[in-house]
């Protein structure tokens, strides 16, 4: 199971954390990935500049309800080839 952490601190909340959270559930849904992965709250990832913050694996990155996509496409989809 890979779990994708989205800060939901103050400084990402007011840039749409629960915007991100939502569009990473929806492309579990319809990709049907429950069981590979999970969505996951988190507190302040240190990187309050860049909200909102993203925790994959070790990495944290950097990304807005406008850029999900892109960073699934970037960073998750094709490195499992989906
Ligand atoms: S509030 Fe999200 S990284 Fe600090």
Known sequence: MNEIFVCVGSACHLKGSYDVIDCFKNW?????LQDDFVV???FCLGHCTDAVSVKLGEEIYSVSPDSVEEF???NIAWSRQL
């Open 28 to 32: 579990i849904k319809d990709n049907e």
């Open 40 to 42: 996951k709250a988190s």
């Open 72 to 74: 699934i496409n970037q």
